[in-house]
């Protein structure tokens, strides 16, 4: 597949540079960080939320991090749950099933990532299959990101 047609078109639409990154297939984030010998602090991962009135919300954050829900509700004043995969699968259509791009932008979605990602000096994105990466500088992250919501709302998990 390599990268999905949404993704590519926004990125591309953004004047945003990247590389891609070819691995071998993984059913993870942290999968993908040992296979594309990437440290899974540098992959962002999206956590697809959603509110009471059934608006939906991305949230970036490190492979190796687990959202703090809570915490990202008293920030954000309001009621967020996660959407079921089911539901996901449909709206990321262009994707492989659990190769969910960390870029709402390119889906019409609002997004919120953590700032701990700003501390990178490289990102990756899962490219919409279990194989493709898209590599980002720091200051091409930032561009992509630079009118998105931030704070800190994840905790490393050690493994």
């Given at each position: ?16 540079r ?20 990437i ?47 089911k ?18 932008q ?6 919120i ?21 898209v ?25």
């Amino acid at each position: 597949m390599s990268i999905a047609t949404r993704m590519g078109a926004y990125l591309d639409a953004q004047n945003i540079r990247y590389d891609i990154v070819n691995h071998t297939h993984s059913n993870s984030s942290l999968g993908t960080a040992i296979a594309a010998h990437i440290s899974p602090r540098s992959i962002a991962k999206a956590v697809v939320l959603e509110d009471h009135e059934g608006h939906h919300l991305m949230a970036v954050l490190p492979a190796n991090h687990k959202i703090n829900l809570e915490k990202l509700r008293g920030q954000l004043e309001i009621d967020l749950r996660l959407v079921n995969e089911k539901q996901v699968y449909k709206m990321f259509s262009d994707c492989d099933p659990g190769a969910i791009p960390a870029l709402g932008q390119a889906y019409n979605m609002n997004s919120i990532y953590d700032e701990v990602l700003d501390g990178l000096g490289d990102v990756y994105l899962e490219a919409g299959d279990h194989e493709t990466l898209v590599h980002l500088t720091n200051e091409q992250f930032g561009k992509l990101m630079k009118d998105t919501k931030h704070s800190r709302f994840s905790g490393e998990v050690l493994h």
